[in-house]
């Protein structure tokens, strides 16, 4: 028996229509097919409309008409097989053969996240085309992929954050099944498989919502338009369609995660809050289930509470993006950095950034004209996932710059050892980890002419004062999108190929070494050289096995102390290619980072 309320669902020899229209007089059902047929639905106290109808092995088809309007796609479609103007289609999910019984995931410290983009990470941009890749990511030491939105979006190229029926499966990448083929596949190699979801708005095209219920309020408002209805009059329903929405996810499709887009911009004043309901509802589905299932908020809060439990006064998250990290660390690899991040610029900040977390904690930030921001000092550093690189970052750039358009080599192999010895639980950008210089545009494919054009108009007026005078390429046109894809043949050309190997070795560190994985601050001290070098200290939970790794973040010769080998300290590993051995002469060489270990 599903746990969703709404949408269509095979129930043994039935299919159940349901829909959430509470101020709906009357509802009727379009079934498409050889012979088109009109059925009126049954309201209920609750504002859904039934009705049950003979299971039948042909595709269900079909569309909704509310009080003499539309037909519309079902707002709770779990595929639009032609796009978000189509008709829904029912989605048998008895017919998929799942191999991955034994498979209860891992759990979230243990993760070495890899994020990516379905199509733009492979030139066939589908579902199928990821799994002959991911025996090279586990080689690597991926073991968890987390996928941009996948949710049906307008036309055949998007990030997904645009997507109008949360609960389907874009039909460009291969719909449902390719999906499940995917993440069966991910298992039987070791990998977690999680999804970035978005449940803050619902995108423009083909959004239907309105002609159903009040999914919407205008007592708030976001960046992308209105707010979802979470606290308002008639809230009941949607409260219960994006809280249904996280379990449906695992139910499935047998996720392990979700990353959850913009929480900050998710707005409920109730007593009983939205977050309370999707615990609640995530105790018993973990209850039932017995596999690990992680949630990662996204927010611009720098609020310890999102990670706090639940009955603690919390959102119960299990982690949080950590922005401050990326800021503090890329404004040290590159000297343009402070002209986007006004706030950042000092060693301390980092500093702060591997042993606290937040950097700005209560100060006064002047991007923001206020203070913002609280301690995270005492949260543990697993419930953080730190990065170098996300879509974010390069994306909303005019140029669509990765870290490796804009930073040496060198500095990126130093870059890529700050993210992998941090205390945080790291994540990858796709082709990060070998250096793929291919851009990543922002890119849309809309039907809707003045759609199109405010959304042009929209990214030049983002990059007005960010842009250096270049204007943003047309994110509609076809070529934005193909630029942004990914040169995975490079991973084994030159010094591509010198990073990934260094990544590799990178991970490998991370996973075996005790020292690194102690989440736990206090096993995390940090001693600043200059204002360009810093020594980072881990040390394994017993504190007796310790790693010091130094960086240099100049391009400067720094004089340091080098740990005294009658101490007990070898050189693991180190950034220099032309293989130094040693601390030669008490002084590291830079952009670089040497690491020693001591085990007793």
């Known amino acids: 028996m599903t746990n969703s309320k709404a949408g269509a669902h095979r129930i043994g020899e039935e299919v159940r229509f349901t829909v959430w229209a509470p101020q709906t007089k009357q509802m009727k059902l379009h079934l498409q097919g050889a012979i088109p047929a009109v059925f009126e639905m049954q309201p209920d106290e609750e504002g859904y409309f039934n009705l049950t109808i003979p299971w039948s092995a042909q595709p269900v088809r079909y569309f909704y008409e509310p009080d003499g309007n539309g037909p519309f796609p079902d707002p709770a479609s779990q595929f639009q097989p032609d796009g978000v103007h189509g008709c829904s289609q029912l989605v048998d999910h008895e017919v998929f053969q799942w191999t991955d019984e034994r498979w209860t995931g891992r759990p979230f410290e243990d993760l070495i ?51 109008v029926f949360p609960y389907s499966v ?12 995917l993440i069966n596949a991910a298992h039987g190699l070791g990998i977690t498989v ?7 708005h619902i995108g423009p095209e083909g959004n239907y919502f309105g002609h159903f219920g009040p999914y919407f309020t205008d007592k708030y408002s976001t960046p992308w338009g209105k707010a979802i209805n979470y606290d308002g009059e008639w809230s009941d329903g949607v409260r219960e369609y994006f809280s249904d929405l996280i379990i449906f996810w695992s139910e499935y499709y ?7 887009d913009a929480i900050h911009e998710i707005f409920d004043k109730g007593a009983f809050s939205f977050w309370e309901l999707v615990e609640q509802k ?27 439990p639940v009955h603690a006064g919390g959102m119960g998250f299990d982690a949080q993006w950590l922005d401050d990290f990326h800021h503090a660390l890329y404004v040290l690899l590159d000297e343009k950095g402070q002209e986007r991040y006004v706030d950042f610029g000092s060693i301390e900040q980092l500093a702060k950034a591997y042993k606290e977390g937040f950097v700005h904690s209560g100060s006064y930030v002047r991007f923001r004209k206020r203070k913002h921001g609280a301690s995270s000092a005492g949260v543990p550093g697993n419930a953080f996932v730190a990065f170098n690189l996300n879509h974010d970052q390069a994306g909303n750039r005019v140029g669509g710059e990765r870290l490796s358009q ?62 250096d005078g270049k ?29 990934l190997a260094w990544t590799k070795a990178l991970i490998a560190l991370r996973q075996t070494h005790p020292a690194l994985r102690n989440f736990n601050k206090d096993g995390v001290t940090v001693d600043i050289i200059n204002k360009k070098a810093l020594l980072l200290k881990r040390s394994s939970a017993d504190h007796k096995v310790h790693l010091l790794c130094f960086f240099n973040f100049s391009d400067e010769d720094i004089p340091i102390d080098p740990p005294a080998t009658s101490s007990g300290y070898n050189l693991i590993l180190d950034s220099d290619e032309n293989g130094v051995p040693e601390l030669a002469n008490g002084v590291l060489a830079g952009p670089g980072v040497k690491i020693f270990s001591r085990i007793p």
Do not use: C
Request: without cysteine; proline residues 6%.
């Open 471 to 499: 204007k943003p390429l047309n994110p509609q046109e076809e070529n934005t999108f193909l630029l942004s894809q990914i040169k995975w043949e490079k991973r084994t050309e030159g010094r591509y190929a010198a990073l």
């Open 194 to 200: 999680l999804l970035d979801i978005v449940i803050n």
């Open 254 to 260: 047998h996720l392990d995660g979700l990353r959850l």
């Open 282 to 308: 995530l105790a018993r589905h973990r209850q039932s289930n017995g596999r690990a299932f992680h949630l990662i908020a996204e927010s611009d809060l720098n609020s310890p509470r999102v990670t706090k």
């Open 170 to 181: 874009h039909s460009a990448y291969g719909g449902p099944e390719k999906l499940k083929e």
């Open 113 to 163: 996240i890899y994020e990516l983009h379905v199509g733009t990470f492979t030139p066939e941009g589908t579902f199928d085309a990821i799994i002959p890749r991911l025996s090279a990511l586990a080689d690597l030491g991926i073991n968890a992929i987390e996928l941009m939105p996948v949710s049906e979006f307008p036309g055949r190229r998007n990030w997904g954050y645009d997507a």
């Open 406 to 467: 804009l930073v040496s080599y060198e500095r990126q192999r130093v870059a890529a050892a700050a993210l992998l010895l941090s205390p945080y639980v790291p994540m990858l950008f796709m082709g990060e980890e070998y250096g793929d210089d291919s851009p990543f545009f922002f890119f849309v494919s809309h039907s809707d002419p003045e759609l199109i054009e405010a959304v042009i108009e929209g990214r030049k007026r983002e990059f007005k004062d960010f842009g």
